[in-house]
């Protein structure tokens, strides 16, 4: 192998030497994740100097074709997706590669820890997470980062592994769903995040005291609402599928009473509509709920839909959004479009962007180089929810966001 260690989110890059030329050579990645056994193979057509090149060479065969960069690794398919962020073990994989009557083999390991990170289990004060803090004493550009609906770190954790890993100190704070805290998604002060971005300043240190929020889905519309709430904390927001209005709150039963609360009160919520919504709709066997929201927005008056919409003109600094196209989980592109019309009529002074992504969904929010999912099981409802998109359409989507992001922060974080 030319490499045999690299960090998870980066294309590893090895090459097979000695293939005759013109001669098609089957590839194939594999590593365990618990029970999981995962895999994927790609086939090349050897050049004529013999030496086959993964990572810049267009497959012709097996599980994706073209130049992928990171094809060998969502390629795996959508089950190993799950196992692949609930780790923050190296990632060992075994790679073979076998011709016309000839088969050799090597390993490498993606770490998705870098060399010299530390990592802080916090469980004080009331906070609950794991932060993640370069080498050196800093002060360093810093990152909260939460989950969406499902609760817990295990969505985000990996991420905030990956940018501590980039120089990045990262804070992968839980909220509810975890041990020490709420079940569910109701009645969630924004002071929590507050402390937490406290925590950070004091024990980071965060560089000009203010940190970055990073969130996706639900956590995409806490990380607008933060931004709005705390402009004098906050320097910079991405929100990943996210939306410009406050939805209800969401526990094991489904949605009712308020999300968030700010100084004891409710942040105001979009209106449950009265009677039944729309019949639900199924993508192999995983439910829909795209539709269901259209309609309560639809059904929403101007006056309601402007109590829940995030004033977002109040961020103290500049605003990244990313969305999928093919979103079956509710609709990240007309939802984070609010937020950009929010911003423009109310002459919102920093730059408020909205990227989206043909063929994505809404489970696109992962460092590049991670298998994707279409669908899953949800973690509080326990229902099959589709996400939409293709896997290849999922996977451009995540390198593509992710380099976004990286760029983002770097130019919007001091030190």
């Known amino acids: 192998m030319d490499q ?10 090895f090459a097979i030497a000695g293939c005759a030329p013109g001669e098609l050579v089957t590839v194939t990645a ?31 065969g097996g599980d994706y074709t073209g130049v992928e960069p990171y094809g060998l690794w969502w390629a795996a398919g959508p089950a190993a997706a799950a196992a692949a962020v609930d780790s923050l073990a190296p990632w ?18 993606r770490l998705k820890v870098g060399p010299g990170v530390r990592r802080i289990d916090v469980a004080e004060d009331g906070l609950r997470g ?101 402009p004098d904390e906050v ?25 968030w609360t700010l100084d004891g009160k409710p942040v105001q919520p ?11 709709t199924y993508q192999d066997g995983a439910i829909v709920l795209t539709p269901s929201f259209e309609a309560r927005l639809a059904a929403a008056s101007p006056a309601d839909l402007a109590t829940a919409e995030i004033p977002v003109e109040r961020c103290a600094g500049p605003v990244l959004m990313v969305s999928g196209e093919d979103d079956a989980l509710w609709p990240s592109v007309a939802l984070a479009d609010i937020a950009v019309r929010r911003g423009r009529e109310h002459g919102a002074v920093h730059p408020i962007r909205h990227i989206h992504y043909p063929g994505a969904g809404h489970a ?31 996977a451009h989507a995540s390198t593509a966001s992710w380099q976004e992001i990286l760029a983002f922060l770097l130019a919007s974080l001091p030190g």
């Not at 086939?43 to 086959?52: E, L, R, S, T, Y």
């Not at 060992?92 to 390991?109: F, I, M, N, R, Y």
């Not at 320097?235 to 094991?252: D, E, I, K, L, Q």
């Not at 979009?270 to 639900?280: A, D, H, K, R, V």
């Open 4 to 13: 045999a260690e690299a960090l998870a989110d980066e294309p590893v890059r």
């Open 30 to 60: 594999s590593w365990a994740d618990g029970d999981w056994q995962a895999s994927s193979t790609a086939q090349f057509i050897a050049p004529g100097n013999g030496v086959i090149e993964p990572a810049e060479q267009a497959s012709v």
């Open 92 to 109: 060992p994989v075994s790679v073979t590669a076998a011709g016309s009557g000839w088969e050799t083999s090597g390993s490498l390991v």
């Open 130 to 230: 794991i932060a993640f803090v370069p080498h050196g004493p800093g002060p360093f550009p810093s990152v909260l980062l939460f989950s969406g609906s499902g609760g817990g770190i295990g969505t985000v954790q990996c991420s905030a592994a990956l940018l501590a890993s980039h120089g990045f100190a990262a804070f992968a704070l839980a909220y509810f769903n975890y041990p020490g805290l709420p079940a569910e998604l109701v009645d969630i002060p924004l002071e929590y995040f507050q402390a937490a971005i406290g925590w950070l300043k004091l024990n980071a240190p965060a560089a000009g005291g203010r940190v970055a929020v990073m969130g996706a889905s639900r956590g995409g519309e806490l990380a607008l609402l933060l931004g709005s709430s705390y």
């Open 235 to 259: 320097a910079a927001v991405v929100a990943m599928v996210p939306s410009g209005v406050v939805w209800a709150g969401f526990g094991r039963d489904g949605g009712g009473g308020v999300a």
């Open 270 to 280: 979009l209106p449950s509509i009265s009677g039944e919504g729309p019949e639900p």
């Open 364 to 394: 696109f929010t992962r460092p590049a180089g991670f298998p994707v999912q279409v669908s899953a099981v949800h973690p509080v409802s326990g229902e099959l929810i589709a996400f939409g998109g293709s896997v290849p359409g999922n």
